[in-house]
């Protein structure tokens, strides 16, 4: 496996334990911290305690996901003879 391939995986993983992390920051913060009742439902979206964690988190999986795909795309090529 070329060096390109173990870095897509190793940093594939790095940022999956750092989604995981903040994925667990934000539902402890959520969890401890009673939402604030706004006037307007609506209004209240994004605005609840540890949404940013969860959102960091999420888009953290995103390109993890990507650089996993990107990393089997590079090694289903290379396996294949490097076509």
């Known amino acids: ?32 911290t009673p939402p604030p009742q706004a006037a307007n439902p609506l209004a209240q979206i994004g605005g609840d305690p540890g949404d940013g964690w969860l959102l960091a988190g999420g888009l953290l999986m995103v390109l993890a996901l990507a650089i996993a795909s990107a990393a089997l795309m590079l090694w289903m090529r290379e396996r294949q003879g490097g076509r």
Do not use: E, H, P, Q
Not at 6 to 20: D, E, M, N, P, Q
């Open 1 to 32: 496996m070329s060096n390109t391939i173990k870095r897509l995986v190793a940093t594939s993983a790095f940022l999956t334990l750092c989604s995981i992390s903040s994925l667990y920051a934000g539902s402890r913060v959520a969890a401890t």
